[in-house]
């Protein structure tokens, strides 16, 4: 009977709680939609007719649509939900930025007592993180996002799309976190249950009124892997490239201080972390907005990362490295810091360059590869090339082929263009979709006609062990340079520093035969998957008992003292 008094009385405050938090999340939610910036579908995308006008063979055959005899499942409305019982699936789409959102909501969520699962029929409700850079991506994520809902299942979106085009048909009726809202994730989970629907665009703000970086870097979070750290040190960026929509997402520059960046590495690494990522849109803007440079801060990382861990840099446009091109090339001859960096050229034509709004030059770019090789022999430089560019013509593609095979990058990422709605390139007369295959054909044969690292057979090198390979059968290690190598999948190598004999190169790896006994890297064990990590996480995983059963218990206690006083 106690017992029975004691839980209704909890249901009754969380009742009274959750009306004043409706109120106020209702509030909010209204003060902070911002308006569309541009409409999901433009005018400008090219239709079914455009896309087949090439080809005059080929006819255009509509499939056809399945007849769904199935209702939609109703979805549950948990009115009384006592937060930190629904299990979660969280699926993420694009950069490491995005990735780093998604530990953080993780985090979150699994501190206040929500189960994570990898199997999305397992949850209740699904947090879906999306990339706007390009069409596919976006459509996997609409195909979700209209999958779980036909399903009864809870929704909950955050990332780039809704941040961009909040307004878009099928994200009506959903909960949107913002990029920068993304502290406020347990609120947002708490209400989609009960059915309420909470959108957070609001953007954060430093006490001297600049835009901030984002969401805490010290909350936790739970890594997707335990042995790697990703940093955000910077959202936003300051081009307004003509073809991309990440700008309309995370807007102008805003950087974390580096006091923050360098406490979140340190915790890191106290948590077992043997591999740091610093990403953003740009690394290169770092620290414009502040008064300091990306230089500084990684001469400042690099003193608190221990012996047998690494950094890697992320990515970085030419014009923002090239006033920095000294101080990167020595730090990149730091025994802890990767040789490795990417820089996306996009094109090796100036005139495409430049109605892409790029603002560096074909020789900009390559005075920044010309300079890093020559300070830093065998450096890894990685880069993107977009073909298919509106105004690429033949002559301008034949200049980017002319890059290609001038460096012979051993990443090289190709990508066909893609118009994104609401861009001026969008709006641009596009190159017909058979030349634009071709194109990339052509270019993706030149990248596969030679071998990286064919030469490095017999070389010893020491290597730091982090994942595991996608067909399972290797861990995966990576060089001084962040080149691929593949060991023998043997659990005393993961996270360790081993020393190998590489025996064997492809195109994308090569394997090594371990020659030592394997070293220790970091500076203690990792977290176990799926832990929860962090200086937040720190004080709260010293409770042994779940948040919602500890409130239970304590208002069971008072009743009962209540009862015999």
Known sequence: MVVWCAVNQVKFVLSVVNIITNCALNKNASTEIIDDIEDLISSQDITPKERYSSRKNVNARTKKREVKTTEPVEKVILESVVPGTQTIYVKTWGCAHNNSDSEYMAGLLAAHGYPLTEDKWQAQLWLLNSCT???????????????????????????????????????????VVGVQQIDRIVEIVEETLKGHTVRLFGQRKTEEGRKAGGASLLLPKVRKNPLIEIIPINTGCLNQCTYCKTKHARGELGSYPPEEIVERARQSFKEGVCEIWLTSEDTGTYGRDIGSSLPEL??????????????????????????????VAKIMHH????????VPVQSGSDQVLADMKREYTRADFERVVDF??????????????????????????????????????????????????????????????????????ILSELFRSYEPYGHKLGQTQDVLVTDISHDKNYYVAHNEFYEQVLVPKDDKYMGKMVTVQITNATKFSMVGEPIDKPKMAGLTAPLKKGEVSGVYATRTDKVSVPIPIFVLLFALLLRVIWIFM
């Open 298 to 327: 990684l001469w400042r990382l690099v003193e608190v990362i221990p012996e047998g861990c690494r950094l890697r840099l992320g990515m970085t446009n030419p014009p923002y490295i090239l006033e920095h091109l000294e101080q």
């Open 133 to 175: 850079v390009k069409s596919p991506s976006e459509d996997h994520f609409k195909n979700e996002v209209e999958l779980g809902r036909s399903r009864g299942i809870h929704v909950v979106v955050a990332g780039c799309v809704p941040q961009g085009a909040p307004r878009a048909g099928y994200l009506q009726g959903l909960s």
């Open 372 to 441: 890093l090789r020559e300070k830093v022999p065998s450096m890894t430089i990685a880069t993107d090339i977009i073909c298919g560019f509106p105004t690429e013509t033949e002559q301008d593609f034949e200049q980017t082929m002319s890059l290609c095979d001038k460096y012979r990058f051993p990443s090289l990422f190709i990508n066909q263009f893609f118009p994104r709605p609401g861009t001026p390139a969008a709006k641009m007369t596009r190159v017909p979709g058979q030349e634009v295959k071709r194109r990339t054909k």
């Open 335 to 342: 025994p802890r810091v990767y040789k490795f960096l990417h």
